[in-house]
């Protein structure tokens, strides 16, 4: 674990869906000793528990904003906790609430080229191209829209992060290690400015 004195990390990883972040994100949390929790997981467990794909839910929760509301309240008592590795859509969005001195954040976007990120969602998930392609598209319109209604947010504003993250040519333990290198660089620099 990165010794942090008595400050508390929020790491925010966020990004297109197949872009690589869960896969970073749980790592980054192993390595660094911290909780690993995703909102993606808690929204999939939601879709299971009620009998629908991953698209008849999202096209469901754009009619029932409560559902949205009821991840996004957890996310942010997740993150007043603090010492997280946070895979979320928003987590770096509700994270510019926290007012505590003692809390460093970072928050980074992992991004890959559209074409990249259906060719993972076909193996991951054995779709065809048609069908990822389609999964994601429909995903990703109706978060940006639903995310811009609730809450007023550009979903993937660069401005929002401390860095970005392309993933389109590198592999998952590339991506890792870069996530980590970065990460380690500013804690140190953040604990400077505390």
Not at 25 to 46: C, H, N, Q, V, W
Not at 86 to 106: G, H, N, R, T, W
Not at 117 to 127: A, D, F, N
Request: aromatic letters at 8%; hydrophobic letters at 35%; one cysteine or more.
């Amino acid at each position: 674990m990165i010794s942090t004195n008595k400050s508390k990390i929020l790491i925010l990883i966020s990004g297109p869906h197949g872009s690589g972040k869960t896969t970073v994100a749980r790592r980054i949390a192993e390595k660094l000793g911290l909780r690993y929790l995703s909102s993606g997981e808690i929204f999939r467990k939601k879709a299971k528990e009620m009998g629908m794909s991953l698209v008849e839910f999202t096209k469901y929760v754009e009619k029932n904003p409560e559902i949205d509301y009821e991840i996004d309240n957890i996310t942010k008592e997740e993150i007043r906790r603090g010492n997280v590795v946070f895979d979320s859509q928003l987590a770096y969005y509700f994270a510019k609430e926290v007012d505590d001195p003692s809390i460093i954040k970072i928050s980074i976007m992992i991004y890959a080229s559209f074409e990249e990120r259906v060719r993972r969602l076909m193996k991951r998930e054995k779709l065809s191209y048609e069908e990822a392609s389609r999964d994601i598209t429909i995903r990703e319109k109706s978060e940006q829209a639903r995310f811009k209604r609730l809450y007023g947010v550009e979903l993937w504003n660069l401005d929002d992060f401390d860095v970005v993250i392309n993933t389109s040519e590198i592999d998952a333990d590339t991506a890792f290690e870069l996530c980590l290198s970065v990460i380690e660089k500013l804690i140190e620099a953040k604990k400077k400015k505390q």
